[in-house]
């Protein structure tokens, strides 16, 4: 039970981590320009000096709509890494982490409204680039999509013994 333990608590803390990594991080979407390699995030646009990101009127909300749910993702995940070691020493035995889990599972769809309104709005949509893909930020929040729900379960699931 023990090993259980710290495993999902380790892969709660990778979790943290790559969502921290891929909501800071200028790399959501890479394109080649005439400049070569330019990359673009949450934040920035990076040609050879990083700028403001330019956005569309129309785009606007939708950005900072994905802004706003990576945060809250990164904040909700963090409290239930918190919530997890103080359930651990103050739950009886044969309880469950049912607020760990839930708060979990609020983690989990954040990044799924945040990275599911990215990939509405912003795929291909690069600009001064000829072709582009995404990028390994937008790789690490589906990542931790999969690994929030996971855990989440989880902590749900699990019993203190």
Request: hydrophobic share 55%.
């Amino acid at each position: 039970m023990l090993v259980l333990l710290a495993g999902i608590f380790v892969v709660h803390i990778a979790t943290v981590i790559m969502l921290f990594v891929s909501t800071i991080a200028n790399v959501w979407m890479v394109g080649s320009s005439s400049f070569g390699t330019a990359s673009s995030g949450l934040w920035v646009l990076c040609n050879q000096t990083c700028e403001q990101l330019p956005v569309n009127s129309s785009d606007e909300a939708s950005l900072k709509a994905v802004q706003a749910f990576m945060i809250l993702s990164i904040i909700f995940s963090i409290i239930a890494l918190v919530m997890f070691i103080v359930q651990l020493f103050t739950l009886e035995k044969g309880k469950r982490f049912y607020i760990t889990g839930a708060i979990m599972l609020v983690c989990w769809m954040c990044i799924l409204i945040g990275v599911s309104i990215y990939t509405a709005r912003f795929t291909g949509k690069m600009p001064e680039s000829t072709s582009s893909h995404h990028g390994y930020c937008f790789i690490l929040a589906w990542i931790c999509f999969c690994f929030s729900f996971i855990i989440g379960i989880l902590y749900l699931v699990l019993r203190k013994k």
